[in-house]
């Protein structure tokens, strides 16, 4: 694998699974984060049987939940997310860690119980947990990629099987077009159909014809026609 060196090193999202590591290159370096939403689910789990404890844990991790979402609808750049962050998820977390720390270290919750190894795991990955409050453009989950696995299982159903090797790469090509353009904000209809119109370009300069940046192409093509 190679990678830039002007290019800052990539984030990875994943649970806290030794699995979800990778054996990586020694010259090639990764910031490791993980899921918050695994975090949660933890204290979603064992709510019936402490109701009181997991709402206080749930409801700090609804205002994190609730900025994030507040930067997104704002479109702030990943190093304004980041400062939001900063501003008015920093101050939760850090009176989410201070209370978790006290529920074991004053022996408020036995460790062994369902609400101490949620607790537990919490702390233990808290850095990692916390990323989005330290790195630009960390997120604070990885639902986003799940949802995109449950769309692949969908398509898998959907088409039963294919007819050759071929022809299943290509129908994974085009679902993964389809779902990339559709995460960017564009229509996947409009997109592939400036694929099949500007094919020649696309030979030239395929990265300028990615889902994300496509629009921002035609609009230089169509200054440039006028201009001329």
């Known amino acids: 694998m190679e990678r830039a060196a002007a290019m800052k090193p990539p984030i ?25 939403a695994h975090a949660r689910r933890r204290f979603v789990e064992v709510t019936p049987n402490f109701p009181q404890a997991c709402q206080h844990v ?11 979402a507040l930067a997104e609808q704002r ?6 997310r980041l400062l939001f962050h900063q501003q008015h998820s920093g101050p939760v977390m ?7 720390r006290a529920q074991l270290e004053e022996k408020k919750v036995e460790p062994n119980s369902g609400l101490g190894g949620a607790i537990t ?5 808290w850095e990692r947990l916390t990323l989005f409050l330290r790195h630009a453009g960390a997120p604070v989950d990885n639902n986003v990629c ?8 969908l398509h898998r159903k959907n088409s039963l099987f294919y007819k050759t090797e071929n022809g299943a790469h290509v129908g994974d090509v085009f679902m993964s077009l389809i779902h990339s353009a559709e995460l960017c904000g564009a229509n996947p209809f409009d997109y ?6 500007h094919a020649d370009e696309l030979k030239e300069n395929p990265s300028q014809w990615m889902p994300w940046n496509y629009r921002s192409t035609l609009q230089r093509a169509v200054a440039a026609i006028n201009s001329g």
Not at 121 to 125: E, F, H, T
Not at 192 to 197: D, F, K, S
């Open 12 to 36: 990875q999202m994943c649970d806290a699974l030794s699995r979800n590591l990778p054996k990586l290159p020694q010259k090639l370096e990764i910031i490791v984060s993980h899921c918050l």
């Open 121 to 125: 795991y919490l702390l233990k990955y």
């Open 58 to 68: 749930l409801e700090a991790l609804g205002e994190v939940y609730h900025h994030d």
């Open 94 to 100: 850090d009176k989410l860690h201070t209370w978790l």
């Open 192 to 197: 592939l159909t400036e694929l099949q119109r």
């Open 75 to 80: 479109g702030l750049s990943p190093e304004e």
């Open 146 to 153: 799940e949802r995109a696995l449950k769309k692949a299982i």
